[in-house]
């Protein structure tokens, strides 16, 4: 059964750091890029970041560039996304996601929710001012 689930979310205050690991168990096949996506009430749900896996090529929104990092490249570890400088505008459910059909590298973006395939139930990063 393919499965992803994140964990470490949590509060903070701003200009703290969490970092949020995803495992991804069952995996199907080749997996092509993990991405990390965030959602607030009423909204779509918005990029943050994306890597190839495999490759050395990462991707982030500009909201989060220079303060957020992913990592992870082994099918064997978790993916994480290590967030500093933590502002009350990125206080969201987080949901890591994974593509296993090429979706991302076939089109070169890695920012539409579309482009992956299975997804985690969400973890809650709450940052206070």
């Known amino acids: 059964q393919v499965q992803l689930k994140e964990s470490g979310g949590g509060s903070v205050q701003a200009g703290g750091s969490l970092t949020l690991s995803c495992v991804f168990s069952?995996?199907?096949?080749?997996?092509?890029?993990m991405g990390w996506f965030r959602q607030v009430p009423g909204k779509e749900r918005e990029f943050v970041a994306a890597k190839e896996w495999g490759g050395e090529n990462s991707y982030y929104s500009d909201s989060v560039k220079g303060r957020f990092t992913i990592s992870g490249d082994n099918d064997k570890n978790p993916v994480y996304l290590r967030m500093n400088s933590l502002e009350p505008d990125d206080t969201a459910v987080y949901y890591c996601?994974?593509?296993?059909?090429?979706?991302?590298?076939?089109?070169?973006?890695?920012?539409?929710?579309?482009?992956?395939?299975?997804w985690g139930q969400g973890t809650q990063v709450t940052v206070s001012s």
């Open positions: 069952g995996r199907p096949g080749s997996t092509y890029a």
């Open positions: 996601s994974a593509d296993v059909t090429g979706n991302t590298i076939y089109t070169g973006s890695y920012s539409r929710p579309s482009f992956y395939d299975h």
